[in-house]
């Protein structure tokens, strides 16, 4: 092919790059001028009877009753209370709490949570869009869970009294609920929940004076219990992060499988906190008043029918266990946290519980990819779309790297106009390896070539790629980030592998602009399709950043390929004329 020819190609590949680049923005542009189709609202209950929403069959069991009837005080002979006295006129009582982020229902009966859901944060499924995601209700035996270790003194169904009614708090508000019972033994067992207007973590106080009198001695567990159910559109895949996360002095311990012959994992060892978490959302409790001395973690499988799969759901429970020496009153307090996965919000409280974001290894991918979620949030606050955020990222990667770029082309260039002169030299040394080693080593450097540079662009962008994996697969923050049309949650694969394809054909592109040796033609197709085999189930924020970084890399090679730099006075191998493969003229 002659010189001439070759700045025509590259016009040619430019205007493919801009019109795929055009295609992934036209419709963000749309968006923006105004014909966004409109989010269907969904209002916040507030009665204190409160409806239960209707649960998903597939990611959820069938939903209860539709409101939270009193239930009348037991029968003479019924046991339901365990080892607490029951009043003949106590009846069954529900104080509905709502606050800025979540609405809550607590019972007199164990003093529990029964139903709690987050305002904030939304189904992304069709089933259930757009309603707020149910962390515990009706339909579930989980919550919070007081036992011993032969669970002798457990209150779950206790008959507890309170005076307070509904409340609702907003901003810095806080206040106390308290619950009472009265044991058989007499002791008055008081749960007080401290709660706050705009937090999602409350605090919980548990006292009962004389517990050895009620069988409670030694140790006890408190934690959250009977596990979590999935939230996101993939039940499957939000299965694969569900585990029983603790901090023990600095060691971070997760159980993330169950064992049918162990269920049990019972460690001991001064434990910060202990948690059960999906992939976004955590329910995380930390003693306040003294260290807990174990982490219990029980696991257990649930069956859920997904798309006519059956999958087995973890089930996953933890708890801190705390030591109770005999003769010792109890009165201790507790701080629980019930929210989203949140990296900022986590590290805030100081105790380590950013550790169950995970970032990649801590000593490279977690710093980098730190800095990247900081920058997406940042720059969230000004552009309204994480999708146009990634392409301005994309670009700002492209520029710092640009310098790079242009020595490992010129190199690959040079490469190419001395592969005459090493064709002879491998013909004339091949029956001796060594001597041509030499010789080669000696041709580098009269060209005053390295023959590693053309990584030199490759090597420092891998941990930029392998840094925005995580984030995009695991950071709550970019959950359900919309870009455009179909793309509705840049953390989830293209569920049409438009991007997937988009990116292969940009790939193309590129290669076909870097390779120039025809031995390496046929990796000029294979590599494409690879990726794109690679990258069709990987969040379509990973695959849109890799499309776009092509799409930028095709504009930067056609540019390259026709402002080459100046040819150098001597006339060297590595003058602006191999960048257009203009033979070289050799020293001798």
Request: glycine share 6%; aromatic share 12%; proline share 8%.
């Amino acid at each position: 092919m002659s010189d001439e020819s070759k700045p025509f190609d590259a016009r040619a590949l430019l205007g493919f790059a801009l019109l795929i680049g055009l295609v992934l923005l036209l419709p963000v542009y749309w968006e923006w001028i105004g014909f966004k189709k409109p989010e269907p609202t969904v209002p916040v209950v507030t009665d204190s009877t409160f409806a239960v929403t209707p649960a998903d069959t597939v990611h959820r069991p069938a939903p209860g009753p539709q409101k939270l009837a009193a239930t009348p005080a037991p029968v003479p002979g019924d046991t339901a209370g365990g080892p607490f006295v029951f009043d003949s006129k106590w009846v069954e009582k529900y104080i509905h709490v709502e606050t800025d982020v979540y609405d809550a229902i607590f019972s007199t009966r164990g003093a529990r949570i029964v139903r709690l859901v987050l305002k904030n944060f939304r189904y992304n499924d069709e089933p259930r869009h757009n309603q707020p995601i149910i962390i515990t209700d009706t339909t579930s035996d989980a919550g919070l869970r007081f036992h011993s270790v032969r669970d002798l003194f457990d209150w779950s169904t206790a008959p507890f009294t309170t005076d307070q009614a509904d409340m609702k708090l907003a901003g810095g508000d806080s206040t106390v609920l308290r619950f009472t019972a009265r044991s058989s033994k007499g002791n008055d067992v008081v749960i007080a929940y401290t709660i706050h207007g705009k937090r999602y973590d409350f605090d919980v106080n548990v006292s009962v004076p004389e517990p050895w009198t009620d069988g409670l001695e030694n140790e006890y567990y408190f934690g959250w219990d009977g596990g979590l159910w999935p939230t996101e559109p993939d039940p499957s895949e939000d299965n694969s992060y569900f585990s029983a996360d603790a901090l023990m002095g600095k060691d971070f311990e997760k159980v993330s499988s169950h064992d049918p012959e162990a269920p049990r994992k019972n460690l001991s060892g001064v434990t910060h906190w202990a948690a059960v978490r999906t992939k976004y959302f955590v329910c995380a409790t930390v003693p306040r008043s003294r260290d807990a001395q174990g982490f219990l973690a029980v696991t257990a499988e649930r069956p859920l029918t997904f798309k006519g799969k059956r999958i087995e759901v973890k089930n996953f429970s933890s708890a801190v266990r705390m030591d109770l020496p005999a003769g010792t009153p109890l009165n201790d307090r507790f701080t629980v946290y019930i929210g989203p996965v949140e990296y900022g919000l986590l590290k805030s409280y100081g105790i380590g519980l950013e550790e169950m974001v995970d970032l990649g290894w801590r000593w490279l991918i977690r710093p980098i990819a730190l800095v990247i979620l900081w920058l997406f949030t940042a720059m969230h606050a000004v552009i309204p779309n994480y999708g146009v955020s990634l392409i301005i990222f994309a670009l700002i990667i492209k520029v710092l790297f640009h310098p790079l770029t242009k020595k490992s082309t010129m190199s690959m260039r040079q490469m190419q106009a001395l592969q005459p002169r090493m064709e002879k030299l491998r013909e004339r040394h091949k029956g001796d390896p060594q001597k041509l080693n030499v010789e080669m080593m000696k041709l580098y450097k009269e060209a005053k070539i390295n023959p590693l540079s053309g990584c030199l662009t490759l090597l420092p962008q891998m941990p930029i790629f392998f840094s925005l994996y995580p984030v995009f697969r695991s950071t709550i923050e970019l959950r359900g980030a919309h870009f455009v049309g179909w793309i509705s949650d840049l953390s989830q694969k293209d569920p049409y592998y438009v991007l997937p394809i988009i990116m292969v054909v940009s790939f193309f592109l590129q290669q076909k602009l870097s390779t120039k040796d025809p031995k390496q033609k046929m990796l000029t197709y294979i590599l494409p399709l690879v990726f794109g085999f690679f990258f069709k189930d990987m969040p379509a924020g990973l695959t849109l950043y890799w499309t776009v970084f092509n799409l930028f890399s095709v504009i930067e090679m056609t540019w390259l390929i026709g402002h080459p730099p100046a040819a150098g006075a001597d006339g060297e191998v590595g003058s602006g004329a191999i960048l257009k493969t203009t033979p070289a003229k050799s020293k001798g």
